[in-house]
């Protein structure tokens, strides 16, 4: 039996919560973040720094730390890091889109991530993409031209914009779900991600300083927001998708970003207002991004699935 096999075996009962948890938690993400008045590298700054404090208190209260092989931390902390900047990099562009698109385009586009991490696995393990995913990625790529028109015609440059920086956050994705993959290996969740989110606040810190950005915040309301979102989007969501990553391979978990554009835009509608409704046209660019997205995630766990008997075979079971 191959290592996929065992994680779908042994895993299967607990990942389907998991991932529910996961999308209904990161889908109030961006309704916190259209209600904060903050610049978005405060945000991410607050948001990152109290879900390393969260998850480092319970880190410690569960032993963690203390049962974590210090030389494993040492020997891949560059990763580490490097992972924590492109989380903060995330951050950074997706919050700026939200406050330059609707709720409803920026999550669609953020969440073109599986295609990223599909062309980058590729990429990485030396292969091409097959036919069939390539259908796909023509396929979404067509219904963000037909988003970016209608944000064009009808909210003008800003709005294409605010769609820009979404696809290049759905790439700074893509780059933290594999390196989460690849490294979250071995160590307890909670000091993988108090370790990265710190350095993900560390970061947009030292981007924010020069900008003159305030980081200091003393207003309630926005004090509520940034623990809200450590607590549900961050903790909740986030976390609970690294831990994911160590269960299944990084497809499972970004199959899951499908149901955020519904939930996100429905909480939107709700605590925003009518404005955020998806007017004719781009509804019908999130169908055809979703669309493309689904042929792509469909093409890799086939061939997934034909890989991984083809070893069993091979191995005689």
């Not at 938690?25 to 879900?51: D, E, H, N, Q, Y």
């Not at 730390?65 to 903060?88: D, E, H, N």
């Not at 989007?233 to 499972?252: E, F």
Request: hydrophobic share 55%; glycine share 8%.
């Amino acid at each position: 039996m191959g290592p996929l096999q065992i994680d779908q075996t042994t895993n299967r009962s607990k990942v389907l919560p998991l991932l529910v948890l996961s999308v209904s938690m990161v889908s109030s993400a961006s309704v916190l973040i259209k209600f904060s008045v903050s610049p978005p590298l405060v945000i991410v700054f607050w948001r990152t720094l109290l879900g390393a404090i969260l998850m480092a208190s319970v880190g410690a209260i569960r032993g963690d730390f203390a049962r974590t092989r210090i030389a494993q931390v040492k020997r891949t902390w560059p990763w580490l890091v490097a992972i924590g900047a492109v989380l903060s990099f995330h951050f950074s562009t997706w919050f700026t889109s939200l406050f330059e698109t609707t709720v409803a385009a920026s999550v669609v586009l953020v969440n073109t991530s599986p295609i990223f991490t599909a062309i980058i696995s590729t990429m990485v393990l030396g292969e091409s993409l097959r036919r069939e995913s390539w259908a796909g990625v023509l396929i979404a790529v067509s219904g963000a031209l037909i988003l970016a028109w209608d944000d064009l015609v009808t909210q003008g440059l800003g709005a294409v914009h605010g769609d820009m920086l979404a696809l290049l956050s759905a790439f700074t994705l893509a780059v933290y779900f594999i390196g989460g993959r690849r490294y979250a290996q071995g160590i307890p969740i909670t000091v993988y991600t108090s370790i990265v989110y710190f350095v993900a606040a560390l970061v947009s810190l030292l981007f924010g300083i020069p900008m003159g950005l305030n980081f200091i915040v003393l207003e309630p309301s926005e004090i509520a927001i940034f623990l809200a979102l450590a607590i549900f989007p961050t903790a909740l969501g986030h976390s609970v998708n690294n831990y994911l990553l160590t269960l299944v391979p990084a497809y499972v978990v970004s199959s899951a970003v499908l149901g955020e554009p519904i939930g996100a835009t429905l909480l939107a509608i709700i605590f925003i207002g009518p404005s955020e409704i998806p007017r004719t046209l781009a509804f019908t660019g999130f169908c055809v991004i979703l669309l493309g997205i689904a042929l792509v995630l469909a093409d890799i766990v086939q061939h997934e699935w034909k890989k991984q008997l083809s070893l069993d075979d091979s191995n005689g079971t």
